[in-house]
Each structure stands twice: as structure tokens, then as C-alpha cells.
């Protein structure tokens, strides 16, 4: 099944593209995804988080592909990054919503071409503009997701999302697989069961829930310097830790420190919230540590890009069947040469 189908079955409405790298192929993934709405008869509406269609990577100064859009679709972008662009278009809406390239603007394309888009930057312009892109006619909207910006696929902005992963980020496939199957975990770990929902949308902030239904709040400022205060209220009696915001390695390895890690829950807002190193996840795992989240984050796919600018590349097949038994019972699409399992 093709994932533009995958989306529409599943009644997704709005869908992130996040890449794990610059230059994971994530242009590659939503020219993928545009070529097939198109192919399909589907109106779809685009933005981004960040600039994006240029043509040369502002980073890494290597060459990018261009961002396609056909008649029909629907665009938020910036006022500068429109009058880049080759494709003629239609202003349907001024947003008041300003970026470092003007103002974002939403248009309807006339006449088919390539597109600078730089939308907005918050999650709360980001709500706002897919809701106006879905008014006007998209019948799904993609985000392309800038570099360390996973937000833009938390459920709270968006319904489901595509993870872009390649060979740049590593020379070794094994160190992709292994940082992939690592993203793809944090992104769908189980949700929580309601009654426990309950009673942290009650509080609404960190706190520690213990087996006779009583809630300690931790006496903190945020979550990430908290973490050895949190680790100190962990006791025998501990079901559930909330953690509210951001999940840092450092306050990861403080709440494994506790000697009664193996018998509670840790539970996140979402997996967007995850920013920890690879080896401590895993090692934290392995000793017991359970974690849950208040809200699932449905991926639809892993697209592939086995070429890095820097030169190098992987088979693709190789590439390819390797991801596959690292992610078992996952979509994955090589956008490249777009073979898919």
C-alpha cells in the first residue's frame, strides 16, 4: 500500500516529515508524497517549519533538490520564499504571521513548478495554518519538519508523521540502524491507561504517583534540573513519575540511579519529548525502565535515503532489508530508487 493511501485510510488530516539529519532526504520524501496525491486526485496543502526549497542548503552549502507542487495545491509560506518561487500562485490569505523572510502568506497554486517555502515557526501559528489550508480545500496538509524540530509531529499539531532517515547519518549502517530504530521507538511508545491520564491532566506538571492513589509534586523548577529532587521522592511505594517537558539524558541518568527504577512507570507527554543519547536509553532499558506516554505518535512510515553528500552511500537493497528486521511490522519506503516493503 502506497503511503498517500496509508493516510487516507487512517483519515489522517495533517502529517510531518522529520528527519533525523540535514539531508536525510526529507525534499526527496515530500516530492514522494506530492507525486503520489497528485497521482491520486488529492488536493493537498504544504508548509514548512523552517526555510526549505532552496537550492543550495544554507548549512551544509551541498545541492538540494527543488520542492515540486502542481495546480491546485495549496501553499503557506513566506512572502520573500514566494517571490522566489517559479510556480504561479494565487494569495488566498495574509496571515499576520512573520518569519525572517516576511510575512507567511497562504496561496493556491496556478501553474505548476518549484517552491521556496519558509512557513511558521510556532506550534500555535503551525495549528493555525494547517486549519486555514484545510479550509480553503487541502484535503491533507504535510509539514515539512526542519532539523530538530520533531514538535511539529506531536499529536497536538499533527495527526501522523513520516520519519526521513539516510547514510548521512554515519559512514557505518549500522550506527543508522541503530539511531533509527531508536527515533522510531521513542515516537510510538504505548499510551497510558485513561485513569492514569486522568489524574496527570489533573496536575498538569511533573509529579510522582504512588500505589495508594496519592500524587507528590516535586518541588522544582523544570523537569530537566529536577532531576535528582524527582529521584529522591521514588520510593517503594512509587507507581508513576510524569515527567512534564523535555526528557534529557542527564535526567534520565538521575532517575536510573534509583534503586527502585524497575518497578514504576516513567510517563511523557509524547515521544517528541525525547532527547536523550541512544547508548543511556538503551542501557536504562535493559535495567527495567518502563515508559509510557499521555499521547501516541502514529508513524506511517520510514523513508530511506542511502546516498550522503559527503560522497559515500549504502546498497540500497542492503540498506533497505537491514531496516526492515531493525523495524519490524514498519513501513519502509526508499525514496530514492522508490522501492518500499
Known amino acids: 500500500m502506497r503511503i498517500i493511501e496509508i493516510i487516507l485510510q487512517n483519515n489522517y488530516r495533517t502529517v510531518s516529515i522529520v528527519g533525523l539529519a540535514k539531508n536525510a532526504g526529507k525534499t526527496v520524501a515530500l516530492n514522494y ?3 503520489e496525491a497528485e497521482n491520486a486526485g488529492i488536493n493537498i496543502g504544504i508548509t514548512s517549519t523552517g526555510r526549505d526549497g532552496e ?5 551544509t552549502h551541498t545541492q538540494k533538490p527543488s ?54 515557526i510556532s506550534a500555535t501559528d503551525m495549528k493555525y495554518v494547517t486549519r486555514r489550508l484545510l479550509h480553503y480545500g487541502a484535503e491533507v496538509v504535510i509539514i515539512d519538519g526542519a532539523i530538530d524540530r520533531k514538535a511539529v509531529s506531536s499529536p497536538a499539531i499533527t495527526d501522523a508523521c513520516l520519519i526521513a532517515t539516510g547514510a548521512v547519518l554515519s559512514r557505518d549502517m549500522k550506527k543508522v540502524l541503530e539511531k533509527t530504530a531508536h527515533a522510531v521507538e521513542c515516537l510510538t511508545l504505548r499510551e497510558t491507561d485513561e485513569n492514569v491520564k486522568k489524574i496527570i491532566k489533573g496536575h498538569n506538571k511533573t509529579c510522582i504517583i504512588q ?131
Open 33 to 35: 508524497l506530492i507525486e
Open 55 to 59: 537550492n543550495t542548503d544554507l548549512v
Open 67 to 120: 520542492i515540486y507542487v502542481a495546480e491546485g495545491m495549496y501553499v503557506a509560506t513566506a512572502k520573500d520564499a514566494l517571490m522566489l518561487s517559479e510556480a504561479r500562485t494565487e494569495i488566498l490569505e495574509t496571515t499576520g504571521m512573520f518569519t525572517s523572510m516576511g510575512e507567511v502568506v497562504i496561496v493556491r497554486v496556478r501553474q505548476k513548478g518549484t517552491m521556496k517555502i519558509a512557513g511558521p
Open 211 to 341: 500505589n495508594t492513589g496519592k500524587v507528590v509534586v516535586p518541588d522544582i523548577k523544570t523537569s530537566i534540573t529536577g532531576g535528582k529532587k524527582i529521584s529522591e521522592l521514588i520510593d517503594e511505594d512509587t507507581e508513576y513519575v510524569f515527567i512534564k517537558g523535555a526528557i534529557t539524558t542527564t535526567l534520565l541518568k538521575e532517575i536510573g540511579e534509583n534503586k527502585f527504577l524497575r518497578g514504576i512507570k516513567l510517563i511523557i507527554e509524547d515521544g517528541t519529548k525525547i532527547f536523550t543519547d541512544v547508548n543511556v536509553w538503551n542501557e536504562l532499558r535493559r535495567k527495567g525502565l518502563r515508559v509510557e506516554t499521555l499521547d501516541a505518535v502514529n508513524v506511517i512510515a520510514v523513508t530511506l535515503n542511502p546516498v550522503s553528500p559527503a560522497g559515500y552511500f549504502f546498497d540500497s537493497m542492503v540498506f533497505m532489508d537491514e531496516m526492515k528486521k531493525y523495524l519490524p511490522g514498519v513501513k519502509v519506503v526508499d525514496v530514492v530508487s522508490e522501492v518500499c516493503n
